[in-house]
């Protein structure tokens, strides 16, 4: 497996890779014009195709997650957490000095990785996803200090 930079020209791997790991998946469309907005940048993980990927954005000193994705039969690899270290490097080379993300309140998965990786919860946004009739989950917003950049 080889973990890459990914492309706005990319997106529609990038969008079949969300597509198997969430029931609400992002579109092509909306995951290039991420990737081309300001500070926008993704690093993927293939296995001869994208299995992985982490959505990320860098601005003003601050980055965020916006989306990490796993396909289902790669999960359970570490292909998570080697994604969130590299993107915690990339935000620093970019002068980020706080990386972001939100994660539902009840995915304990999620929230044992970035744990893990030294995020720390800063917040709680209720009612921030969407579930449809299941009604709405609230986010945990957390922070990872990443220091001055070099």
């Avoid at 890459?4 to 198997?20: F, N, T």
């Avoid at 969430?22 to 907005?37: R, T």
């Avoid at 002068?95 to 539902?104: H, I, N, S, T, Y």
Wanted: overall charge negative; charged content about 25%.
């Amino acid at each position: 497996m080889k973990l890459r930079g990914a492309w706005s020209h990319e997106a529609d791997a990038l969008a079949r890779v969300h597509a198997a790991a969430f029931d609400h998946a992002w579109s092509a469309p909306e995951i290039a014009e991420l990737l081309d907005g300001p500070g926008g940048f993704a690093l993927l993980v293939e296995d001869a195709e994208p299995v992985a990927f982490i959505l990320c954005r860098a601005v003003a000193g601050e980055a965020e997650i916006l989306t990490l994705a796993v396909e289902p039969p790669a999960r359970r690899r570490g292909l998570a957490r080697a994604l969130v270290e590299a993107a915690a490097g990339a935000a620093r080379m970019a002068g980020a000095e706080a990386l972001f993300l939100e994660v539902a309140h009840d995915n304990a998965p999620a929230l044992a990785l970035y744990a893990a990786a030294g995020f720390a919860r800063a917040g709680l946004r209720r009612g921030y996803y969407d579930r449809g009739p299941a009604g709405t989950a609230d986010a945990v917003v957390m922070r990872l200090d990443l220091g001055r950049a070099a």
